[in-house]
């Protein structure tokens, strides 16, 4: 075991090497050159789709045998669709925007100093995940894209299929000029591996865990790299005691109903008494023709006796499922007060007429979106207009909400003189 | 021992609890009011000058009976005019711009959403330092003023000055109405007592730790709330094969002699191989009139005999000191090489007169401030012209560099909608 981990420990650092002086040159790569690289990974995936497929049926036969449930095997599955899709996305991230090098504020100084603060890549960054396979070409796209090296650990069921993905896009990195390095995937699936790769902050500057609550706990325990967290969303919308009844029904049934797996999709919802009688019959007819189970405290289930009782973790609780828990509250001080407790910092709205609780929300409500009138499902990368998007952090540090691009940049201050020195 | 743990893990628990209620209220306080209870707090400082002065004077015993130096004490005391800096330094912070509600960004997208991002406080914060006591006056500002709650932990040595302010500052903050715990410190000064508050990411947004690095590495390996290191500045000059020498041996003074406790002096120099016969006459008169002890390798002490032999340790050292590390290299590439190996990612400065070679310095030193021409020594929030300062991340995490206020936010998306749901 021993041996094992020095091993380990021996191969991550040579690893780590390579990725710093990957990063390094990545970092000096002109926008055009960037872009001829991604799409240089995008045609070599295209070529390479015959052993990409013989990979991922290692891993579906692996699936297979350990019992993977149909929709699992599904999400594993790589046809030609697919890795069309990882092309046309390497494709797109290519012709957006280059976000390194931008300027975002520059100043004379009294004494002549003129100082710019630029953009600049991170360096290597690590990510962590679980889901499928093509998480592995368009989490390094976008990597590269911000002039970064990855290295990427992706789950066990798609080993073989990661490590042929990654190995095609190094590849393709080198045939663009690149040092050998810019996208490694770790060839070891246990948590020893990725535990010894948490201590590397001398080679990673940073980590994205992508995956349940217990990976990113667990991550964060390890980490001395810096971390940025895509927790779950425990996501509320709030119906004030004035506003559109129609729209606030359509809203609450698209928040909860149009992808009840997805992060931004809603959890709890909170009505005000003043509107309660008025909102719940048609409320309730969307809810039943979307076969959502309602859990309620003692006052909604006096209203709505086919709801179940809610329990304190219900309220804690990411269902990603059609369940929804639902409280009457007396104002929008109550719900505020409710999301700030029981939410995740994630994305809470408010549907209501009244100006003065719709800022009172904005201001009040600690979380990374807030909305007024519109579907919590709105916050995405893509809906946000930052193009592909690497995750949604629910972290405050460095980047809140949907992250592209542009936030897997850090700064520098280039300070240009005529041989001033400090008095 | 674990009863005592207990009891430090509840206290910090109500701790981090009533620091989460300031903060709630002080993220909605309008500028005009958190200008006002920064006010106050300077009035309130004044006032309790006596009863400070009384609790540092226990430190000062304390630090005496202790065999402090007394570089040290002089460091520790508190006398009228420091406590008239800690008002002033309040009142400067109370008339900055405030950092909170600023508009980022602005977008209307197609589907008719807008999307405003606007900064917003980051919460608590928690800071701990080994320094002088007037730094819980001046960082419990900064965070006040960014909006935060802050919970302080300083030296020992310091610990009777600082409850002292620290008391005088949270009170100060009750009487402009806020919630009690707007500022607080720790009441122990054990490690154990950090090390339960380094778990309280529940409550807690960032850590800064400010000191040694033994200090920021033990935060490190404990921390599961994010951290903003403070790292040591191993800063170099590097004199290219063409410069003005006279501006270059000016710089190089400036940048060793100035000031050599701090975090931006100059650590090692380099000079290219061609330049080194003109440079180096006039560079060691100016070294030997500030007593300067230079360390150099073979090709350096061949040229000057009074050097000493450098050890690669000295490389990475951040002496704080009057000595010098000197190394002859071959060009810009290879001193671009030497930071970018033994740098700290601080303050790095080229001083030429190819633009080139200034151009290939910017991109490829991976610094969080690059200089053309000009003293190290700049690195600072007050000459970077950011208001007061925090200190200077050597992260590249959310803030690189001098961090002052509007470093201590976070940002968050408001979306206003009309009734749009997603498709």
Known sequence: MTARVEEMREALQRMGEKAVKASRALAVLAPAAKAACLNRMADELESAR??????????????????????????????????????????EVAAQTDPVGRVISSVVRPNGLRIDKVTVPLGVIAIIYESRPNVTADAAGICIKAGNAVILRGGSEAFHSNQAIAEVLNRAAILSGLPDGAVQLLPWTDRAAVNLMLKMDRYIDLVIPRGGEGLIRAVMAESTIPVI???????????????????????????????????????????????????????????????????????????????????????????????????????????????????????????????????????????????????????????????????????????????????????????????????
Chains 1, 2 share one sequence.
């Not at 929300?361 to 998007?389: L, P």
Request: aromatic share 6%.
């Open 50 to 91: 015959e052993s990409i497929k013989k990979a991922n049926s290692l891993d579906m036969d692996g699936g297979l045998k350990s019992g993977l449930t149909s929709a699992m095997l599904d999400r594993l599955r790589l046809d030609d669709a697919r890795i069309d899709g990882m092309a046309l996305g390497l494709r």
């Open 229 to 423: 967290k895509h927790y779950k969303g425990v996501c509320h919308l709030f119906v004030d005691r004035e506003c559109d009844l129609d729209m606030a029904v359509k809203i609450v049934e698209n928040a909860k109903c149009q992808r009840p797996s997805a992060c931004n999709a809603l959890e709890t919802l909170l009505i005000d008494r003043r509107i309660a009688e008025w909102f719940i019959p048609p409320f309730l007819e969307s809810m039943r023709r979307n076969h959502v189970e309602l859990r309620g405290g003692y006052e909604f289930r006096k209203l709505v006796p086919e709801a179940k009782p809610v329990s304190e973790d219900d309220l804690h609780n990411e269902y990603l499922d059609y369940i929804l828990s639902v409280r009457i509250v007396d104002d929008v001080d109550q719900a505020i007060d409710h999301i700030n407790t029981y939410g995740s910092k994630h994305s809470d709205g408010i549907i209501s007429s009244i100006p003065e609780n719709v800022e009172k929300f904005f201001a009040n409500v600690d979380s990374s979106t807030v909305y007024h009138n519109a579907s919590t499902r709105f916050t995405d990368g893509g809906e946000f207009g930052m193009g592909a998007e690497i995750g949604i952090s629910t972290d405050k540090l460095h980047a809140r909400g949907p992250m592209g691009a542009d936030e897997l940049t850090s700064t520098k201050f280039i300070v240009r003189g005529e041989g001033q020195i400090r008095v």
